[in-house]
């Protein structure tokens, strides 16, 4: 290093002397090393140049040029090095590392996809052209899958090693099975209840007073922990009249009540079908409600209120739960018109039970446009600059009500039924400038700054198990521990997958690759409750998306292992790691068999999932995996589609024929997977890039 550094500046003193020779130019002082050369002329060929020097003679130019140019770039090639780096501190290293530097935007049908949105590709990137789309494939650890998925659409990426006739046979296969779930899953969707509501009234036909008490407790119990939505006892008075005197009910509570019923059923494992066609009804009728002509029912509290619902059940019944961030843009605009966005206290003649639901509202919508914008990969359109708003106040609902004149909350440490809310609004503005810094245009992500704000949303958790272990006694259920620490934790993927990627490579980054693994992990084994399991199951929006991640960071994490352990030879000798990871994928599996039997079309995660299982498998048998992989997806799609099968049942739903859907192509992998499916799923360049 010190030879190499000593060599430039004897070549740059030499180039100096040469140049200061055939200039001959008297009144210019030449220095070496960092000061700048100072200089006596006022013209402006009398300034320095880059190496410290002025502009070469036209004779010397051809030569000194050539030479400075050589130097410059041993110079800069010098700075870059590794070898420069060790000299670095600590700090300074860190310092230096950051992803995100050019952020890739893929237009993935009609929206776009950024850093923080699913988990892209891969560590070895080969860029290759997909004939049919503008948008490149990524091929590296599943280069594999890749290919097989290539050839199935007529897309090859030049994978000679899928053109063997038995293989050649699968890939056929694959494409026929793909068109049959296609077709399937399209006469499922056209069987459900759409927009077209057919019951105006919205009643609650065939459904007991005792089921839908059940309901609603399940609601308060859960969802309404965390974004806190209602008053309780000013809601069961709106709904005893409901049951006691329907047609006295106003529109807007009708909503309500509907819409407390339908999320509380999604707890409940044996919802019948005419209830889940009641549900869709219900929402796409409150859409409805909400997105026509302005009233003033709508600009309310209470018309607030069933928008905040509507939000919440298109998630969990996954009616259009993929564009919630949209719809959050318009809920933003209502709550800032209504002035939720000021504090009560600087309006005046506010009745305390009006401004505990302002703020408690405001808190929700927060918290809903920060999970929206981390699903989208868009900006949150918030700032703490535009609201000042203060937290609800540490209150049990039964402490005040209309009449209430003066409010005396707890504590902060004395626990409440709004205590979950508070604890997630002390990482809010943690968890905003992570979607700041991953969806902005122009950001850049130092891994100082990942750790920052890591250690921030980490101590966030901490405090939160900490408050929730020490008031168990208060009834706090598994399922609002669950979802508490779902909202916060997920955050972590995104923020170190960019690093993360690189932990095999650089062990300085291995911190990342820990963090997105255990929070992988973590989503996908949470406390056991079997009302959080059936809304991992079932659920669209943010909860399909936290199981997109996982399946990303472990598959990757999987075939990355196995890679590892083959090129050291360390295959046979350490498998605990690798079996814990089999482990996982095939868990994934089992939640992905059980989202299709609950509802989903989507055979995307069965399909990818076993693949890469088998991938794995092979390599560590030492097999050729072509073919293996494309068996798998084979037998994949041939159990989905039975399960896709079962969910028609024995309705006489339409066939594609005659609802004016015509069976698309195999052509392009964005039509093949038509039902919410394409290779970018899991291989955007995005996050893991």
């Not at 503008?134 to 097989?148: D, G, T």
């Not at 298109?314 to 605009?333: A, E, N, T």
């Not at 990355?560 to 295959?571: I, N, Y």
């Amino acid at each position: 290093m010190l030879i190499a550094v000593s060599g430039i500046l004897a070549t740059k003193k030499y180039l100096i002397i040469q140049q200061r020779i055939l200039l001959d130019r008297p009144g210019v002082e030449y220095g070496i090393g960092p000061s700048q050369p100072q200089t006596v002329g006022a013209g402006t060929n009398d300034l320095p140049s880059p190496l410290g020097c002025n502009e070469l003679s036209p004779d010397a130019e051809p030569y000194l040029g050539e030479l400075l140019k050589r130097v410059q770039n041993l110079e800069q090639y010098l700075v870059s090095s590794a070898i420069h780096g060790r000299s670095e501190t600590g700090q300074n290293l860190l310092a230096r590392q950051s992803g995100l530097q050019e952020p890739q935007v893929i237009l993935n049908k009609t929206r776009t996809l950024r850093s923080s949105h699913w988990l892209g590709a891969a560590d070895e990137v080969r860029p290759t052209s997909c004939p049919t789309r503008n948008v490149p494939l990524k091929i590296c650890k599943f280069a594999p899958i890749v290919a097989c998925y290539a050839e199935t659409t007529g897309n090859s990426v030049g994978e000679a090693s899928f053109q063997s006739a038995e293989t050649k046979a699968l890939i056929n296969r694959i494409g026929v099975l793909l068109q049959k779930c296609k077709d399937t899953s399209r006469r499922i969707k056209v069987g459900r209840p759409h927009d077209h509501f057919s019951s105006p009234e919205l009643s609650l036909t065939n459904l007991s007073r005792e089921v839908a008490d059940k309901m609603v407790a399940a609601y308060f119990q859960s969802f309404e922990s965390t974004h806190r939505i209602l008053h309780m006892p000013s809601f069961m008075k709106e709904y005893w009249v409901f049951w006691d005197h329907p047609d006295s009910v106003a529109t807007d509570v009708r909503f309500k009540i509907l819409l407390v019923i339908a999320i509380g059923s999604s707890l409940h494992e044996n919802t019948d079908t005419g209830l889940r066609d009641m549900i869709y009804q219900w929402v796409h009728a409150a859409q409805t409600w909400l997105s026509g002509p302005l009233k003033k029912d709508r600009l309310e509290i209470s018309g607030l209120q069933v928008y905040c619902l509507t939000i919440i059940a298109r998630q969990v019944f996954c009616i259009g739960g993929d564009l919630v961030w949209m719809s959050m843009g318009s809920l933003v605009h209502r709550a800032m018109q209504m002035g939720l966005h000021r504090d009560p206290k600087h309006i005046p003649a506010m009745p305390v039970l009006r401004a505990e639901l302002r703020r408690r509202l405001w808190a929700t919508i927060l918290e809903m446009v920060v999970q929206s914008s981390l699903d989208a990969a868009m900006p949150p359109r918030i700032s703490f600059d535009e609201f000042d708003t203060e937290p609800p106040s540490n209150v049990d609902d039964n402490e005040f009500n209309e009449s209430t004149t003066v409010l005396h909350p707890h504590p902060r440490g004395t626990f409440t039924e709004t205590s979950l809310q508070l604890i997630l609004l002390d990482s809010l503005p943690t968890r905003l400038r992570i979607l700041q810094l991953l969806n902005g245009l122009h950001s850049e992500l130092s891994y100082e700054t990942v750790l920052a704000l890591s250690s921030e949303i980490s101590d966030a958790n901490r405090t939160c198990s900490n408050f929730v272990k020490d008031n168990e006694l208060y009834g706090v259920t598994a399922f609002s521990r669950n979802l508490l620490d779902y909202l916060v934790r997920r955050f972590l993927i995104p923020l170190h997958s960019s690093f993360a990627i690189k932990a095999r490579k650089n062990p300085l980054f291995h911190y990342s690759l820990k963090v997105c693994l255990d929070t992988a992990m973590a989503i996908i084994s949470p406390e056991p409750d079997d009302g959080f399991s059936r809304l991992m199951a079932i659920g669209g929006g943010m909860f399909r998306e936290g199981i997109r991640y996982a399946i990303t960071a472990i598959s990757m994490e999987l075939l990355a292992e196995v890679d590892a352990q083959l090129s050291e030879r360390t295959l046979h000798r350490n498998h605990q790691y690798r079996d814990f990871l089999k482990q996982a994928v095939r868990d994934m599996i089992t939640l992905s068999i059980e989202r299709i039997r609950q509802g989903e079309t989507n055979v995307k995660s069965h399909m990818f999932l076993s693949m890469v299982l088998v991938l794995a498998e092979a390599k560590e048998m030492g097999f050729a995996y072509e073919q293996k992989i494309a068996q798998a997806a084979v037998d994949s799609l041939e159990f989905c589609h039975g399960l896709l099968r079962d969910q028609l049942g024995t309705a006489n739903l339409p066939t594609p024929t005659n609802t004016g859907l015509t069976p698309a192509s195999l052509d392009g992998a964005q039509e093949v997977f038509g039902f919410d499916f394409d290779i970018d799923f899991f291989l955007s360049d995005t996050g893991f890039s």
